[in-house]
Nanobody
Framework: QVQLVESGGGLVQPGGSLRLSCAAS????????MGWYRQAPGKQRELVAS???????NYADSMKGRFTIARDNAKNTVYLQMNSLKPEDTAVYYC??????????WGQGTPVTVSS
């Protein structure tokens, strides 16, 4: 079983920054993709960014230039650096790991609120 533990969410003013972390534990066989999704109230869950084991990156268009995803394979940890945050970035952010041979796993979610 794979477990994902997220941290780093909270309240931030518009224009501020936050860094989310997600540590994965359990048996995980390469290859797998690590990523972040978010779900705002009343909206569907959407991809924020993802990174493969080889370092290939994928960002949602609205996050490009503001958010940076990074991965530490040795620690099985994925990070999301969020800069220039806007009120519309308010959402619950979920860590996601998609393992080709095992399936898809989700974290419990960490809330991010951007408000003055």
């Amino acid at each position: 079983q794979v477990q994902l533990v997220e941290s780093g969410g909270g309240l931030v003013q518009p224009g501020g920054s936050l860094r989310l972390s997600c540590a994965a534990s359990g048996s995980m066989f390469m290859p797998y993709i690590m990523g972040w999704y978010r779900q705002a109230p009343g909206k569907q869950r959407e991809l924020v960014a993802s990174v493969t084991g080889g370092g290939s990156l994928n960002y949602a268009d609205s996050m490009k230039g503001r958010f940076t995803i990074a991965r530490d394979n040795a620690k099985n940890t994925v990070y999301l650096q969020m800069n220039s945050l806007k009120p519309e970035d308010t959402a619950v952010y979920y860590c996601n790991v998609a393992i080709t041979a095992q399936g898809v796993y989700w974290g419990q979610g960490t809330p991010v609120t951007v408000s003055s």
